[in-house]
């Protein structure tokens, strides 16, 4: 009974659909940061299904409040790329009603702090409408901004909404690192059927890396509900999304130079959770350290932690699970107090060489 229970607890997931597209052979990687990323996403997919379009403050005419959306309303137009008032609510209800009748809403928050205005939209109505419906009504709608630690911004703008979204069975929610996440998962997140909550990062936007062959491609989407990992090793897995992946990586080349080789796994996708690649790995490894700027009660490291114990890994561990988290305080402002609140590659290495003291 008890096993059909935790099966039960991981059973509403939303239906999702993976399509392997071969990579053409077309296309070599070029650089790009992860701004102009997301940007040829939307216009790939503004290009793609004339039901698609993007709302949202100052997205049109501004070309986005961070330059995300540059270019798009003049390619567009204004009946596709929508300045809105400055009223998330307003706005969101709209894209979620015509997201029932049929369209595809992107909805640019310019922080997910402001979403906080409009989370009955998203959670009551998007997020229950298909099986409130018994599967009769889809509401397929992407919400994207920036989430998470900026800079100098205080509190108010500066925390992690990763667990919160994730939490809430029909939403899918997925969080970017590199180009490569950025226009593949974005572009997946469109054609999806269900709402998505798409986690971006401000840090990130002006970060370049380079966008693969394959995800060049426009028929390519990201598997959704698929972690990548970004580096191979056997002594320690380190696992984290968005922003913390860069620090992760950071760490494991600094841990390397000391004979230390870390398995570092990019989420990417927060819910569904790609369990069996993290229950995998553990089992590897034998050590987990998790990494979130989120707060640390019931954060994504939290969830984590539980399905290491429940999913069949816990026998593999050779040491206590490490947590690297953000302070459990609002953002300060000063910036000294700031750079204190937040994961740092300094911790994360700090975190590992513990995990490995604490080895049986």
């Given at each position: ?285 034998g050590r987990v350290v998790c990494v979130e700027e989120g707060w640390p009660q019931s954060g ?61």
């Amino acid at each position: 009974m008890y096993k059909n229970l935790l099966k039960l607890r991981y059973a509403y997931q939303p239906s999702i659909k993976f399509t392997h597209v071969q990579p053409s052979t077309q296309y070599t990687p070029i650089k790009m940061t992860v701004r102009e990323a997301i940007n040829l996403a939307m216009d790939e997919e503004l290009a793609h299904d004339p039901n698609v379009f993007l709302l949202g403050e100052e997205v049109g005419q501004y070309q986005g409040a961070y330059k995300v959306s540059k270019g798009l309303f003049q390619k567009y137009g204004g009946d596709r790329v929508i300045d809105t008032p400055i009223t998330e609510a307003g706005f969101t209800g709209i894209a979620v009603g015509a997201a029932l009748y049929g369209l595809k809403p992107i909805v640019e928050f310019m922080t997910w702090n402001f979403a906080m205005q409009a989370i009955d939209h998203i959670i009551n109505s998007a997020a229950k409408a298909h099986y409130m419906s018994a599967g009769d009504q889809k509401a397929s709608i992407v919400f994207r901004g920036i989430n998470g630690a900026t800079a100098y911004v205080a509190a108010q703008h500066s925390q992690c909404f990763a667990s919160w979204y994730s939490n809430v069975p029909g939403l899918v929610v997925l969080a970017p690192f590199d180009c490569d996440d950025a226009k593949s998962l974005l572009k997946a997140a469109v054609r999806n059927p269900n709402p998505v909550v798409f986690l971006e990062n401000e840090i990130l936007y002006s970060e370049s890396f380079e966008l693969s062959a394959e995800a060049r491609d426009p028929n390519y989407l990201a598997p959704i509900g698929k972690a990548k990992i970004m580096r191979q090793g056997d002594h320690v897995t380190i696992v984290a999304f968005s922003k913390m992946v860069q620090y992760s990586l950071a760490a494991a080349e600094q841990l390397f130079k000391e004979g230390i080789n870390c398995e570092v796994i990019n989420l990417r996708s927060l819910r569904p959770l790609d369990r069996e690649t993290i229950l995998e790995s553990v089992k590897k490894t034998g050590r987990v350290v998790c990494v979130e700027e989120g707060w640390p009660q019931s954060g994504i490291s939290a969830e984590i932690t539980a399905l290491i114990m429940e999913g069949g890994a816990f026998k593999y561990l050779d040491a206590p699970i490490q947590r690297v988290t953000g302070v459990e305080i609002p953002t300060p402002y000063a910036f000294n107090l700031e750079a204190m609140t937040f994961p740092k590659t300094e911790q994360i290495v700090d975190a590992v060489l513990n995990v490995l003291k604490g080895a049986r």
